[in-house]
């Protein structure tokens, strides 16, 4: 099992920044990606940026140029800097792992608004 805490939402005028963390605990040894997802209300919940062991990353279209995931080893910690942010950015965002036997875990969410 792996636990995850993120941390670092809160609220930001359009065109600000925040960076949220995540940081992971338990079973590490056979994680092989890590995401960032979001919803907003009344949405289903889509990934916003990902990462795989072998590294680079793969983002939603509407957070490309403007997102960055990165994620510390030393620290066990996944980052995801979010730059010229939007209103439609306005979710709570998950940390999320997937290890191999197809197992995903979540964290509690952070909430993140932005204002117009």
């Known amino acids: 099992q792996v636990q995850l805490v993120e941390s670092g939402g809160g609220l930001v005028q359009a065109g600000g920044s925040l960076r949220l963390s995540c940081v992971y605990s338990g079973r590490l040894f056979d994680i092989f990606n890590w995401g960032w997802y979001r919803q907003a209300p009344g949405q289903g919940r889509e990934l916003v940026a990902s990462?795989?062991?072998?590294?680079?990353?793969n983002y939603a279209d509407s957070v490309k140029d403007r997102f960055a995931i990165s994620r510390d080893r030393a620290k066990n910690t996944l980052y995801l800097q979010m730059n010229s942010l939007k209103p439609e950015d306005t979710a709570v965002y998950y940390c999320?792992?997937?290890?191999?036997?197809?197992?995903?875990?979540w964290g509690q969410g952070t909430q993140v608004t932005v204002s117009s």
């Open positions: 990462i795989s062991i072998g590294g680079g990353g």
């Open positions: 999320s792992t997937v290890s191999y036997g197809a197992t995903r875990n």
